[in-house]
Nanobody, 128 residues
């Protein structure tokens, strides 16, 4: 049993779409110990892990990286302890391992990889 488990990755041609799912424990999604921030990060070949999209628990504010803006959509279903990432118009540069992340802190930048609880990741491959 892991605190966060991603699924939905695979291979797709450029221009295609894909939906990622992250199922979390009740401690993270639906208890008094809920994280302030839930996010998706990715690790592309030869690059550092970077934030892709995020959603805050209390304000429900959503933020996206420049590359994801306009193409990706993050959402959560607290009743199902599930986080989603809907991706449209995928590009080869979107290729990488996508990780679900949770952060108890409310004041840290959403894109910071520090002090987060991670899933094991799901591979997304986009072919040109």
């Amino acid at each position: 049993q892991e605190p966060l488990v991603e699924s939905g990755g695979g291979s797709v041609q450029a221009g295609g779409s894909m939906n990622l799912t992250c199922v979390g424990s009740e401690a993270i999604f639906g208890s008094i110990f809920d994280s302030c921030l839930l996010a998706w990060f990715r690790q592309s070949p030869g690059k550092e892990r970077e934030g892709v999209a995020s959603i805050y628990k209390y304000s429900s504010a959503k933020y996206y990286s420049d590359s994801a803006k306009g193409r990706f959509a993050i959402s959560r279903d607290n009743g199902k302890n599930t986080l989603y990432l809907h991706m449209l118009d995928l590009k080869p540069e979107d290729t990488g391992i996508y990780y679900c992340a949770a952060d108890l802190r409310c004041g840290a930048p959403w894109y910071s990889p520090d002090s987060k609880t991670w899933g094991l990741g799901t591979q997304v491959t986009v072919s040109s």
